[in-house]
């Protein structure tokens, strides 16, 4: 392998791999705000990422899931 590798070749090889993932911007971005997130499988995909149950669950849904005996 040659090391010959000047401005020219490696601003081509930005060029090529930009789809790809290795550019400096990404392509998609998730949503960070609920209200822009439309559908609810994008939201629930997006509450899986962050670690948290959606929809929120009050206390009393908690409760009465605890209450209820099992089927």
Request: charged share 40%; aromatic share 12%; no cysteine.
């Amino acid at each position: 392998m040659s090391a010959n590798r000047s401005r020219a070749w490696r601003r081509f090889k930005d060029r090529v791999n930009k789809g790809k993932g290795m550019g400096s911007d990404a392509l998609f971005k998730p949503e960070k705000k609920w209200k822009l997130m439309f559908f609810r499988k994008s939201k629930l995909a997006r509450a899986k990422q962050l670690g948290f149950d959606y929809p929120v669950k009050g206390q009393r849904q908690w409760l009465d899931k605890e209450l209820l005996p099992d089927e």
